[in-house]
């Protein structure tokens, strides 16, 4: 049973330009949530996918955008990159949460490490 | 506001012995989830356990434990019988009512010492 699998696993990129991130879920699972942890702080949420539209979105700005297809796979894009957009992307799987606090538990891939130079 | 506290940047442990990390955190919404996970080097987040707002019984999956004070406001994580593998980040998160979102503290670093 494959897990959350994330790509690619380290890039590095200059300011301004543009990157994309890869997830695929785990199997069965519909939903993608997608989460920044900048070095020795805890994840904030981006944003969450379900039915391939944008369900709720955390406190990022537009530059962050994101898509979810047909086979529930996402990427996660971010444009005109900061220097603090440098950290570990993690994209989590979860089945049909909404509304309830205890659904849903999150499967997180290995994450994408993005460093801006 | 922060939510979720952590407040134990680092800990070590001696191997065989129990730890305790410590978890407050903040919220109006009488419906709501508390999870710890694992980060371990990897960078993967592996989810440990989960305590319910409305659970009676403090959470337990094998050795590690839940202890949950609702009034007090805190969850903290009891692991007993310390192994060497248990060294990693740990983090509590909360997620509230109809939210999709979880809020996690900012990690304890646990160092299981041989």
């Known amino acids: 049973d494959a897990g959350v699998t994330q790509s690619p696993t380290h890039l590095i990129k200059t300011r301004g330009q543009q990157v994309t991130l890869r997830c695929s879920p785990k199997?069965?699972?519909?939903?993608v949530s997608w989460y920044q942890q900048a070095l020795g702080q805890g994840p904030q949420f981006i944003f969450q996918?379900?039915?391939?539209?944008?369900?709720q979105r955390g406190n990022f700005p537009d530059r962050f955008s994101g898509h979810q297809f047909p086979n529930y796979s996402s990427e996660l894009n971010v444009n005109a990159l900061l220097l603090g957009d440098s950290a570990l992307y993690l994209c989590?799987?979860?089945?049909?949460?909404?509304?309830?606090?205890?659904?849903?538990?999150?499967?997180f891939g290995e994450g994408s490490r993005l460093t801006v130079l | 506001a922060q939510k979720i506290t952590q407040t134990q940047p680092g800990m070590f442990v001696q191997e065989k012995e129990a730890v305790t990390l410590d978890c407050t955190y903040d919220?109006?919404?009488?419906?709501?989830?508390l999870f710890w996970y694992k980060q371990p080097s990897s960078g993967e987040m592996i989810f440990l356990i989960y305590?319910?707002?409305?659970?009676?019984q403090n959470a337990t999956e094998g050795r590690y434990s839940l202890n949950f004070q609702k009034a007090r406001k805190s969850a903290n994580l009891v692991i007993s019988a310390s192994q060497l593998g248990d060294s990693a980040m740990y983090f509590c998160?909360?997620?509230?009512?109809?939210?999709?979102?979880?809020?996690f503290g900012a990690g304890t670093r646990l160092t299981v010492k041989p």
């Open positions: 199997s069965g699972h519909d939903t």
């Open positions: 998160a909360m997620r509230e009512g109809l939210g999709n979102d979880m809020r």
């Open positions: 919220t109006s919404d009488p419906s709501y989830g």
């Open positions: 989590a799987s979860s089945l049909g949460t909404s509304g309830r606090p205890d659904v849903g538990e999150l499967f």
């Open positions: 305590q319910g707002s409305y659970d009676q």
């Open positions: 996918y379900y039915e391939e539209e944008e369900r």
